[in-house]
Nanobody, 120 residues
Framework: QVQLVESGGDLVQPGGSLRLSCAAS????????MNWYRQAPGKERELVAG????????NYADSVKGRFTISRDNAKNTVYLQMNSLKPEDTAVYYC?????????????WGQGTQVTVSS
């Protein structure tokens, strides 16, 4: 069955760094764009970063540009989110998402989330 398992969330001080990982299984990883979303308490889930199937192109929310980097390793079926210069407003549950559109059907898979807390 399809699984996306996130790891790497933690409590970190402002200005610190974390690297999130998402290990995928149960589908052809290299056929899917991969995304990181986050959801803070009382807020809607928002797209943080996305990377294309090959890893050749990435996009970022304005709030994380220059601080976060998304990457993927198709040989390891894993996507990463390197987060630097963390701010308290980055505190949220971070979710890994796999997305593929085929004709009129969208395929979306989600992980269970990993908590990132930025606080002194």
């Amino acid at each position: 069955q399809v699984q996306l398992v996130e790891s790497g969330g933690d409590l970190v001080q402002p200005g610190g760094s974390l690297r999130l990982s998402c290990a995928a299984s149960g589908f052809t990883f290299s056929n899917y764009a991969m995304n990181w979303y986050r959801q803070a308490p009382g807020k809607e889930r928002e797209l943080v970063a996305g990377v294309t199937e090959s890893g050749g192109s990435a996009n970022y929310a304005d709030s994380v540009k220059g601080r976060f980097t998304i990457s993927r390793d198709n040989a390891k079926n894993t996507v990463y989110l390197q987060m630097n210069s963390l701010k308290p407003e980055d505190t949220a549950v971070y979710y890994c998402n796999a997305f593929r559109a085929i004709v009129y059907t969208n395929y979306n898979y989600w992980g269970q989330g990993t908590q990132v807390t930025v606080s002194s």
